[in-house]
Nanobody, 125 residues
């Protein structure tokens, strides 16, 4: 059974940085995994995804250069490093995963099957 557990959210001042972690278990084959954000009053959107077999990544255009997805295979953990945080980055960040590797390309929430509980990020002075 797939399980995803996020950690690392919090309150950050504008311009600050944060690293989110997603520990995953239960996969028996290659998969796609990524980070999704839901701002207040908005739909959940994919910000960055990765395929497990070779680490290829995708990013939402608006976060390129500030967000970095990475992984530690020994720890079965995927990270999201966020730099120069802005108030519009505020939201619930969730780790999502899917059994189809190529889902990482579009990184669309509606196509992912497994979800963590989410972690709140608030960017405010």
């Amino acid at each position: 059974q797939v399980r995803l557990v996020e950690s690392g959210g919090g309150l950050v001042e504008p311009g600050g940085s944060l690293t989110l972690s997603c520990a995953y278990t239960g996969f028996t084959t290659y998969f796609s995994i990524g980070w999704f954000r839901q701002a207040p009053g908005k739909e959940r959107e994919g910000v960055s995804c990765m395929r497990s077999s070779n680490g290829d990544t995708s990013y939402k255009d608006s976060v390129k250069g500030r967000f970095t997805i990475s992984r530690d295979d020994a720890k079965n953990t995927v990270y999201l490093q966020i730099n120069n945080l802005q108030p519009e980055d505020t939201g619930v960040y969730s780790c999502g995963a899917g059994d189809v590797e190529l889902l990482f390309r579009r990184c669309e929430a509606r196509t992912f099957d497994y979800w963590g509980q989410g972690t709140q990020v608030v960017v405010s002075s």
